[in-house]
């Protein structure tokens, strides 16, 4: 028996790989453009506080991330287990990563990302959603043992 997807869980996947796509290509074009980067500084002066190199140096960890996020909401729509705990520890790891970063961003946008991560968390550690990434074979099933 085939576990069902929830819109929720699918909107989340969709969502994750549509952004890490745009992201990457995004961060991909401006390493490899680097005058244009020097004008989204200049045009984003006020959101943006860091020097050009910590600019490119957040977008090779960018492209990395956006790897991983492509993975992860790849994985969640096939329901891998495995992979809504990555998905846990990634959005640990960004509202870390966003905290530790405070000087580069506006406050606003920064609470605004940690806000949705903390929602992706709760989202991901609800028992309806934990259920959906459990096996539903016989086999695997407890009940009934002692």
Same mark, same amino acid.
């Given at each position: ?16 790989? $549509? /952004?890490?796509?745009?992201? &990457?290509?995004?961060?991909? %074009?401006?390493? =490899?453009?680097? +005058?244009? !980067?020097?004008?989204? *500084? ?43 705990? $990555? /998905?846990?520890?990634?959005? &640990?790891?960004?509202?870390? %990563?966003?905290? =530790?970063?405070? +000087?580069? !961003?506006?406050?606003? *946008? ?37």
């Amino acid at each position: 028996m085939e576990n069902k997807r929830s819109p929720g869980l699918t909107i989340f996947a969709w969502y994750f790989m $549509i /952004t890490a796509v745009i992201g &990457f290509a995004s961060n991909l %074009y401006f390493l =490899t453009n680097p +005058s244009k !980067l020097d004008t989204v *500084l200049e045009a984003g002066r006020q959101s943006y506080k860091g020097t050009p190199e910590s600019l490119e140096l957040t977008s090779m960890i960018s492209l990395v991330l956006n790897i991983l996020v492509f993975f992860i909401g790849f994985n969640v729509l096939r329901l891998k287990e495995l992979w809504r705990k $990555i /998905t846990l520890y990634y959005c &640990f790891f960004m509202i870390f %990563y966003i905290m =530790t970063h405070f +000087s580069t !961003l506006g406050f606003n *946008l920064m609470a605004a990302v940690i806000v949705f991560y903390i929602a992706v968390v709760f989202f991901f550690t609800r028992a309806e959603v934990k259920q959906q990434f459990m096996p539903q074979n016989p086999e695997h099933s407890q009940e009934g043992h002692v």
